[in-house]
């Protein structure tokens, strides 16, 4: 069945410092790929996404390359703020079952 | 425009109980789907519904059960509250059932088995 696995975490990163959050995922056929954001109390907000293989999902400073050859979906920012705070979680759906599958998620704390 | 909108947003129920969560998509959807997310996990799929059909079951027991209405809202029952059951209950709209663009997710209802 399909799989998504995040790194594990969580992540403490000071602000400005560099972001890498990986994301490997298994699927029968040709997923879409999604990353989604939980900020505290609060419930998911896309925030990026990309339906085929090397397509760039972006948004908000926030990068992440479909990359079918590798199965990944890593997602990058150059400069973290503290605003970026949250849980990140990668997910994705196959048009014929389009559940949503999710990682485990990673948590990311920003310190100033 | 609203977004997803659920009820309640908190609970807390007894074991053995029954509850039914509500969510409202986004005007124009057709789609609801259901997740479950426990503390420290990401969501899992319950249910998704098309135009007022069950399109997908995930792998949870009887005892969770879901309905679409005409004007698209859904409503999540579950019967006999396990303390396993305590979770944060989401649900997500999109415009067709089978969205390759992502789902808008309401806040969610924090339920609370006791």
């Known amino acids: 069945g399909d799989s998504v696995t995040q790194m594990e975490g969580p992540v403490t990163l000071s602000e400005e410092a560099f972001l890498t959050i990986n994301c490997t995922y298994t699927?029968?056929?040709?997923?879409?790929l999604f990353w989604y954001v939980q900020y505290p109390g609060e419930g998911l907000q896309l925030l990026l996404k990309?339906?085929?293989?090397?397509d760039k999902g972006s948004n908000k400073g926030f990068e992440a390359t479909y990359r079918k050859e590798t199965t990944s979906f890593h997602l990058e920012k150059g400069s973290v703020q503290v605003s970026d705070s949250a849980v990140y979680f990668c997910?994705?759906?196959?048009?014929?079952?389009?559940?949503?599958?999710f990682g485990k998620g990673i948590t990311l704390s920003v310190r100033p | 425009d609203a977004g997803v909108t659920q009820s309640p947003t908190h609970l807390i129920k007894t074991r053995g109980q029954q509850v039914t969560l509500r969510c409202s998509p986004i005007?124009?959807?057709?789609?609801v789907s259901w997740y479950q997310q426990v503390l420290g996990q990401g969501p899992q799929f319950i249910f998704q519904?098309?135009?007022?059909?069950?399109?997908g079951r995930g792998n949870f027991p009887d005892r969770f059960s879901a309905r679409q209405f005409p004007n698209y809202s859904s409503e999540l029952n579950v019967n006999a509250l396990l303390l396993g059951d305590s979770a944060l209950y989401l649900c997500?709209?999109?415009?067709?059932?089978?969205?390759?663009?992502?789902?808008?997710f309401g806040s969610g209802t924090r339920l609370t088995v006791v």
């Open positions: 519904y098309y135009e007022k059909e069950e399109r």
């Open positions: 005007s124009g959807h057709k789609s």
């Open positions: 997910a994705l759906t196959t048009g014929a079952n389009s559940k949503l599958t």
């Open positions: 699927a029968t056929g040709y997923p879409s």
């Open positions: 990309a339906t085929k293989a090397d």
């Open positions: 997500a709209s999109s415009w067709t059932g089978g969205s390759n663009y992502g789902y808008t």
